[in-house]
């Protein structure tokens, strides 16, 4: 016997899962109350076995499940009801229904996470992360195709002599004492030393700045620069090479782009009336085009008849009705010129509708005009 | 074959014969109140005799699953409680009769048989709603449990008495292929009886949600009966608290899962906010019924959640008698949630009419058991995984 070391506890090993649970039961009776068991795989029966009270661990999963709950539903409140509400698919702020599955799933998540943590923790004492019957033959042969029960020293009624009586009663193989690493007692922890948090302090400091070094420098040297500046001149960026110092140019005066001829009678309807003429040939597929175009831009004001009975419930005045003598008696162009320039408070449509579709208007204009004011030819 | 080794002693007793008098009294009680509830009111009769069709049938066929799980599961805990599943599986029996009078009322029952003046979307559905392929659904299901019913337990009683273990081999197969068959014939069979009761509604979850009460019921009454009688000696000996813990744990576990299943079908109804299908709920939050509602979800869930949450209560055998009473009282309750609010469109009805078919299906289920229990040993003393059941830890 080696008097300079520590007994930690008797272990003893047993063949099969009935010897251990026999043996697990005598010992319980025997009065121990410092053992452990340990086996390959969980046995079922151990527990009553064992004597074991339930499991203190369900608290934690209930607290923490119960905290997971009442914070999920408080972000949910305070972000969709105080901070930023938004109706959304015409529920309620507090839309409680869709809450629901959120809470569910965090309530599970923090009840599982704070478990673990609280097994770890509370239960296995980290960070103290060392343990006698580590290295040792007796967890070997637990861990493969033993099972071991193992009775500790600092049990009340520990007696060496009587505890290796014990184990040899039940048939236990290999009755070994173990004894603490002379290591591990003098081990200290020296996770929360002073020297070891700042050492950590500086690992964080050095990874997040190299981080942010390698994030926002590194990858934007050139030529690694995500193409962020282009020898080219972007809109709005000022210019050395134009003496006004503006990167943007107006168009050369007197330009015209393409499909797009200036209108040349602006505040001139007589001159329009004079010497405009629709170029469309009326036929079906023109009028639908003008028919489309008028049910869109025109009709909210003008009615979908063109008598002027508008849509917009009276926030505009209604605009008189395209029926009148006047407007039948009207040219093409000056109606051409209406849509164009605008009229008292109706305001140009050129940028809606392209120089086909004005004069597809007008055809349907027509159409309408004719509608209600038939020649009887038109009988014929 | 070597039968020496799984052999259990089992004697059996004989339960008093005050019970079957009870059983006798409550029935005929039962009985009376229907015959007087059909005679004042039989519209209103007719909803409540489908409140106790649906009843029976989960305990039926609820029952017969869980035999049949325990077989294709290969369980061994629960194998001491099986006997008494295939007793209250003999409620199958029963079941066309039950029904029968529910189908002279079909016309006033089920607003789809009025061929006469159904609008577009009844139409559309008329090649599954009618009252011919009804008929034969319904016949069709009662035919394909009993057939099941006579086969696993004809085995099962077989076994007691020449231990072979053959038969529980031949019962796994025939498990194996009941399965599918539940799963369709439940699915269809509350389709039939309690959604077409508002033909325009539907709900694709509502197979699973009454699946989830039918498990329940068979749960809550086989641990109503089986509790007692271990208590009392009635089954054999050595069965302990692991015992109970499992079907605590399995009722726990059901409650769970019939209030995520409710659940489901409530958020999605509610977040797609289509008339079709709100109207439903909507019909459950008027007048009276808004009170049934809310105490669905207190007397379903929260409180046999609650009863059953803590392990040890799972293994008391008096908070187990008093939960699987209470969870068998939800289900009623949560038919009667279900089929009633369409005969009360919008206003709650409760009255004595109401009364005599609970006191009958009581009366009734406690005639099967004594019936069976009278004939046949109570635990299968036969099956060759009696005697690990009994060693069963946890």
């Given at each position: 016997m080696l008097d300079d070391k520590i007994l930690f506890g008797y272990t003893g090993l047993f063949n099969s899962p009935n010897e251990i649970i026999r043996a697990a039961e005598k010992v319980s009776d025997a009065g121990y109350k410092k053992y452990d068991v340990n086996t390959p795989y969980p046995l079922h029966g151990m527990n009553s076995a064992m004597k074991l009270p339930p499991s203190k661990l369900g608290y934690a999963a209930l607290i923490f499940g119960l905290s997971g709950m009442l914070a999920a539903l408080a972000i949910m409140y305070w972000v969709a009801v105080i901070d930023y509400p938004l109706i959304i698919g015409g529920k309620p702020f507090f839309a409680f229904p869709a809450f629901v599955p959120v809470i569910f799933e965090v309530t599970v998540l923090s009840a599982s996470i704070a478990t673990v943590l609280t097994m770890i923790s509370i239960f296995f004492k980290f960070p103290n992360i060392s343990h006698p019957l580590h290295d040792t033959d007796y967890m070997k042969a637990v861990s493969s195709d033993k099972y071991g029960i193992c009775i500790q020293a600092d049990d009340a009624i520990f007696n060496e002599t009587e505890v290796k009586n014990l184990l040899e009663k039940l048939n236990a193989h290999e009755i070994k004492p173990i004894y603490y690493d002379d290591n591990e007692i003098k081990h200290k922890n020296t996770v929360f030393e002073p020297r070891f948090l700042i050492l950590l302090l500086f690992v964080a400091l050095i990874t997040a700045g190299a981080t942010y070094f390698a994030m926002n420098k590194l990858l934007y040297a050139v030529p690694f620069n995500w193409m962020e500046t282009q020898e080219k001149l972007n809109v709005q960026e000022s210019s050395v090479f134009f003496s006004d110092g503006f990167g943007m140019r107006n168009p050369v005066d007197g330009t015209v782009s393409r499909g797009n001829l200036p209108y040349q009678f602006n505040g001139n309807p007589e001159a329009a009336s004079t010497y405009l003429k629709n170029p469309l040939f009326p036929d079906d597929k023109n009028i639908s085009i003008g028919k489309a175009k008028y049910d869109t831009y025109c009709s909210p004001c003008h009615g979908y008849f063109g008598e002027g009975n508008s849509r917009m419930r009276g926030q505009f005045p209604n605009p008189p009705t395209l029926h009148s003598e006047k407007v039948r008696n009207w040219k093409d162009g000056s109606i051409y010129h209406v849509i164009v320039d605008g009229q008292n408070i109706m305001s140009s449509y050129a940028s809606q509708l392209t120089y086909q579709e004005r004069w597809a208007v007008v055809l349907y204009i027509r159409v309408l005009q004719r509608s209600l004011n038939a020649m009887e030819s038109d009988l014929e | 074959m070597n039968t020496e080794n799984h052999k259990v002693d089992y004697v059996k007793k004989e339960i008093p014969s005050k019970i079957k008098k009870i059983g006798f009294v409550l029935t005929v009680i039962g009985l009376l109140f229907i015959i007087l509830a059909y005679i004042s009111n039989p519209v209103r009769s007719g909803f409540n005799n489908i409140i106790l069709l649906m009843f029976l049938s989960s305990i039926g066929v609820g029952s017969l699953f869980l035999v049949a799980l325990e077989y294709l599961a290969g369980s061994v805990w629960s194998t001491p409680f099986r006997r008494i599943s295939e007793f209250m599986s003999a409620t199958l029996i029963i079941l066309p009769i039950v029904a029968l009078p529910a189908y002279f009322y079909l016309h006033d029952l089920f607003h789809w048989t009025h061929v006469e003046s159904l609008d577009e979307l009844l139409q559309a559905k008329a090649g599954y709603l009618n009252i011919e392929f009804f008929s034969i659904r319904t016949i069709a299901f009662f035919a394909i449990w009993i057939v099941f019913f006579l086969f696993l337990i004809r085995n099962s009683f077989k076994q007691d008495k020449t231990f072979e273990q053959n038969l529980t081999k031949r019962n796994i197969k025939i498990s194996a292929v009941f399965m599918p068959f539940f799963i369709f014939t439940v699915t269809f069979f509350s389709i039939d009886w309690i959604m077409s009761l508002e033909p325009h509604w539907f709900s694709t979850i509502f197979g699973v949600y009454y699946f989830s009460g039918t498990v329940l019921a068979a749960l809550a009454i086989l641990t109503l009966i089986v509790v007692p009688l271990n208590e009392k000696g009635y089954?054999?000996?050595?069965?302990?608290?692991d015992h109970y813990y499992s079907l605590g744990a399995l009722m726990f576990a059901f409650t769970n899962f019939w209030a995520y299943i409710a659940f489901s079908q409530y958020l999605l109804i509610w977040y797609a906010n289509l008339p079709e299908e709100t109207f439903w709920f909507l019909q459950r939050w008027e007048g009276g019924w808004i009170y049934l509602s809310i105490g669905l979800i207190l007397v379903r869930f929260l409180i046999p959640y609650i009863g059953l949450l803590s392990q040890p209560s799972k293994m008391n055998p008096k908070r187990l008698i008093k939960m699987s009473a209470w969870i068998l009282f939800a289900h009623f309750f949560d038919l009667f949630w279900l089929i009633m609010p369409t005969y009360g469109k919008g206003e709650f009805v409760f009255g004595w009419i109401e009364l005599g078919f609970p006191v009958f299906a009581a009366g009734v289920l406690i005639i099967i058991f004594t019936y069976f229990a009278g004939r046949f040993n109570l635990v299968p003393s036969g099956d060759p995984k009696l005697k690990r059941a009994i060693d069963f830890r946890l």
């Open positions: - | 089954l054999v000996k050595g069965l302990v608290k």
